[in-house]
Structures are given as structure tokens and as C-alpha cells.
């Protein structure tokens, strides 16, 4: 197996980043924008099974409208998630 010359992947490294620069701010808001989503996405889960124990469990109704509430924004916050994606890439 032949050994990797570091010093060349180096260089096509700062090659490519002069490419980049200009939009490196772009491409910083787009990654946080797809992991804020991946985020947003991840809680759903749990929001449902929270509402699952403490809300139907014990037939709470105020605990199932907090986490309703709470599923609504993390809709709305990977909605515009997404729109920030797609606006940039």
C-alpha cells in the first residue's frame, strides 16, 4: 500500500478553499441550518413519548398542550430550516 503524501493533499486543500472563501459564510449558515433541522427532527420522537407518559397517562391535559405546543414550534423551526437550506444550496 503506498504511503499518502500529505503535503499534496495539503496544497489541493488550499487550493480548493480559495474557491470557497467567498462563500464560506453562506456554507456556515446552510450547515447550521441542516443541523438545526437534523436537531428539530430528533425531538419529535421524544416529544411524543413525553406526551405519551405525562399527558395521556395521567390524563393531564394542560402537559398535552405544552407539548403540543412545543411539536408545533419544532415543525415551524425545521420549516424554516429547510427554507434556508434551499435558499442557499
Do not use: H
Not at 41 to 48: A, D, F, K
Not at 53 to 82: H, K, P, Q, R
Amino acid at each position: 500500500m503506498k504511503k499518502r503524501n500529505l503535503k499534496n493533499d495539503w496544497a489541493l486543500f488550499s487550493y480548493i478553499t480559495a474557491y470557497i472563501k467567498p462563500y464560506l459564510g453562506i456554507l456556515l449558515l446552510a450547515t447550521i441550518a441542516l443541523a438545526g433541522n437534523l436537531i428539530l427532527l430528533l425531538l419529535r420522537p421524544y416529544l411524543t413519548k413525553q406526551v405519551i407518559d405525562l399527558g395521556f397517562a395521567t390524563n393531564d391535559i394542560n402537559v398535552i398542550e405544552y407539548y403540543a405546543v412545543i411539536y408545533g414550534l419544532t415543525i415551524i423551526g425545521s420549516v424554516l430550516c429547510i427554507f434556508v437550506e434551499k435558499l442557499f444550496f
